[in-house]
């Protein structure tokens, strides 16, 4: 690879882009990109060009030889491009509180990545990807996709199912974890070690060590646990996490405390308090702070918004396949053998070595057995989802929700599945080819 190294950012528009440019500036040394192309819909224009207002002017702060363009072709934008990196919202945030909403009034979870709302963000995202995926492949096929759109895990699964582009899933609860850890135990998180093994928003830390000595024990003890904004922070079961020996992810907790969670949920809906609607004013703070002329850096309040840290975690990603490193990281990558419980084709979420021929898992010294099943099942709804996304079948949806373990009653289900479609109707041709407006 040649030194002018040319990014691409698929929703260049994203509250989280001043993250992405403070990164690709902190570590221009080993990773010297010369071309930064932020792309965005025509609906996105006036925050693209807001965020990238203040991308240009952190990198002339920076006095770096590094190119910012913004545009709203997304051909131009991936025409020889090295790395692509993915950080969109199709529906944006009005879909997102269809996802948290609609399934409440059937007593069922809403929530961005679990459950109905992860299934409907998933059958909008999957298309648009593929067809981002048969861009690249004529415009830059050799180019790395680095997924951060959710559902994550599932969208990496369709990319490497449905195309022949290079991709790797991330996500930041892994480096979120690192962070909480380093705090706690007050060390760089170059000297911490963690395993972890399960699926995107489903895994579980059964290896915890810093300067290689295990404090997993005292952690399931002190019933030390990591969470995030996005997640309401109610208390884990202590006796549960002993008892399973590995530390969870936040997300875990919609399955373990689902009635508390829904709970917690309807009463935040009832007082107008949805994830949507909070994240909402959030970025209408960020954006009228990105909007000040003598603004040249990352804000702090960046950090209230849940995805904080992805973009460190996009860098050394990039970082990590340019330089050859070898070094570990928690990614989204396709199963082959790793866990051998579930299939070839599928993705999961474990820890991998990176070098310039992309991730290859390590492997895995143990999954709680108690977590097997959950893992199974989840997976099973996921590649029926997948499916469904591919092929606009409603009875493949179906199915999958079917199989999700938080649904409990499949005509319930059906009901809110049939809404949810009319609502999503103008994202999702496929559903609806042949049906009369």
Known sequence: MGTGLKVAVIGGGSSYTPELIEGFIHHYESFPVTDIVLVDIPEGRR???????????????????????????????????HYVSTQMRVGLLEARGWDETIPLKYRMLGQETTGA?????????????????????????????????????MVTEAIMKHS?????GLCNSPIAAYKWLSGLYEVPVER???????????????????????????????????????????????????AMGAIPSYYLKYYYLHREMLEEQQAAAARGETRAETVQRLEDELFEIYKRPELAEKPKQLEQRGGAYYSEAAV???????????EIQTLNVMNGDTLDFLPADASIEVNCVVSKNGAVPVPVERVPAAAIGLIQ??????????????????????????????????????AMLDEMLERNRSFLPRFFQGVKA
């Open 47 to 81: 925050k693209l060009e807001i965020v990238g207002g203040l991308a240009q002017r952190m990198i002339e702060r920076s006095g770096l030889p590094i190119r910012i363009t913004l545009t709203l072709d997304r051909q131009e934008a991936l025409r020889n491009a």
């Open 117 to 153: 709302g992860g299934m409907m963000k998933a059958l909008r995202t999957i298309p648009v990807l593929l067809d981002i995926c048969k861009d690249m492949e004529a415009l830059c096929p050799d180019a790395w996709l680095l997924n951060f759109t959710n559902p994550a895990g």
């Open 164 to 168: 022949g582009i290079r991709s790797i």
């Open 192 to 242: 911490i070690y963690c395993e972890f093994a399960g699926l995107n928003h489903l895994h579980w830390i059964s290896r915890i060590e810093v300067d290689g000595v295990s404090k997993l024990e005292e952690l399931l003890a002190t019933g030390g646990s990591y969470s995030a904004r996005n997640v309401p922070q109610l208390a884990w079961n202590d006796t549960l996490i002993r």
């Open 316 to 326: 050394n990603l990039m970082k990590a396949i340019h330089t050859d490193s070898g």
């Open 377 to 414: 099942a989840v997976k099973t709804y996921e590649s029926l989802a997948i499916e469904a996304a591919v092929t606009g079948s409603r009875e493949k949806a179906l199915l999958a929700l079917g199989a999700h373990p938080l649904t409990d009653s499949v005509n319930a289900a059906e």
